[in-house]
C-alpha cells in the first residue's frame, strides 16, 4: 500500500525544496559577501522558496487529514512504531517552526516578505531588538529540521536495506 499520488508529489517536491533551502542559506550566510548582489539574489529566492514551501506544507497537511497514510509493517517493533509517529510529527512541526522564524525576522527587521517580487501583508510588528533573536531561532531549528531529515532518510535506509521492511516503496 502506498501513499496517495498528492501525498507523493508534495513529499518529493518538499524534499527538493528543503535541500535548497539548507543549501542556499548556508552559500548565503557564510559563503558569499555581505551586502553583494549575489546576496540579495540569494535572500530573495531563499524567502520565495520558504513562502512557497509554507503553502506546500499547509496542502500537505490538509492531504493527510484528507487521506491517512499506509500502515507500517507489522514486523516493525512497537518501540520503532513510536518513533515513526514522533519523527513524523517533527517533520511537520520543525519547517512549519523554521519557516515561521524566517519571516518573522524578515518582519520584525523592518522588511517585507516579497513571493518572487510579489510583496506579502505583513504578518509581524516591526521591532528589530528582536531580528537577531529570530535570526538565531530560525537558523538552529533549520539545522535541527536538517538533522531529523538525516534521521529520516537513515530510518528509510535502515528499514529498506537491514530489516528488510520496504517502506520506502509507499512513497515511491
Known sequence: MKYSLPARLIHWVMAAGFIFMWGCGYTMTTLVEEDSALEEILFGLHISVGVTLL????LRIAVRLDRSPPPLPDAIPRIERIGSHIGHGALYLLPALVIG???AEVDVGGHQVQWFGVPIAKVF???EALEGLTETLHRWLAYTFLGMAVVHIAAV???RW????DILHRMI
Open 162 to 165: 537491514i530489516d528488510h521492511h
Open 55 to 58: 503553502a506546500l506544507l499547509a
Open 101 to 103: 522564524l524566517g519571516w
Open 125 to 127: 510588528p516591526t521591532v
Open 157 to 159: 535506509v535502515k528499514h
